[in-house]
């Protein structure tokens, strides 16, 4: 009940094109839903966040879609460029004053072709 | 604003040895939260401390410890270091529990490396 699943492991798009990264839970205490970007070599970095009150969160190219009733969240990549190139990693947090984690998805590799 | 920080970059132990691991906040943050990335396993959460106290850990042995200090640095403490240990470190910081309790901000972690 704990986990978040990611998919895909690893993904390929050409530059310019729209790179779409999926998570799924179980837990319906989880009430914060971050993605973050990570560099080789690096911390990872936070991207972009929603709250399940919201369907879709936009910052400018990076979107999440949310649907709750799948319990389910993806981030879109709109016009993907070789800088974006690195792992990502989705995450989920449960609303308790007695915990304060973030469990995470397993990443996804992207690549992205120039 | 300087970011999350972390000493030292590298640290290499032999096992059974103990390993410190330090970090400092982002200024004003007073969350500090350790978690480890090891290879094949993800990022797994190891420990959480707010206002010098922890507040909670994760599925991981006594051997892993830590502490928060008054200007909310914090150091995480692995004794009798086994080989599979070996992983980065990462230390995050998040404002109070009052604010954006949520956004968890990650340093640059500490490649630790048991041999």
């Known amino acids: 009940q704990q986990q978040v699943k990611q998919s895909p492991q690893s993904l390929i798009v050409q530059k310019g094109g729209i790179s779409i990264i999926n998570c799924a839970y179980e837990?319906?205490?989880?009430?914060?839903f971050p993605w973050y970007q990570q560099f080789p070599g690096k911390g990872p970095a936070l991207l972009i966040a929603?709250?399940?009150?919201?369907s879709e969160k936009k910052e400018g190219r990076f979107t999440i879609s949310f649907n709750k009733s799948a319990k389910q969240f993806s981030l879109h990549i709109m016009d993907s460029q070789p800088g974006d190139s690195a792992t990502y990693f989705c995450?989920?947090?449960?609303?308790?004053?007695?915990?304060?984690?973030?469990?995470f998805g397993t990443g996804t590799l992207l690549a992205v072709q120039p | 604003e300087a970011g999350v920080t972390q000493s030292p970059t590298h640290l290499i132990k032999t096992r059974g040895q103990q390993a410190t691991l330090r970090c400092s906040p982002i200024s004003g943050h007073t969350s500090v939260y350790w978690y480890q990335q090891a290879l094949g396993l993800g990022l797994q959460f190891l420990l959480w401390?707010?206002?010098?106290?922890?507040?909670n850990r994760g599925n991981f042995p006594p051997r892993f410890s830590g502490r928060q200090f008054p200007n909310y640095s914090s150091e995480l403490n692995v004794n009798a270091l086994e080989l599979e240990d070996s992983a980065l470190y990462l230390c995050a910081s998040s404002p109070d529990l009052r604010g954006a309790r949520y956004e968890q901000y990650f340093g640059p972690g500490t490649r630790l490396t048991v041999t």
């Open positions: 995450a989920a947090s449960p609303w308790s004053g007695a915990t304060n984690k973030l469990i």
């Open positions: 837990n319906t205490a989880f009430d914060y």
């Open positions: 401390y707010d206002e010098g106290e922890e507040r």
């Open positions: 929603i709250r399940p009150d919201v």
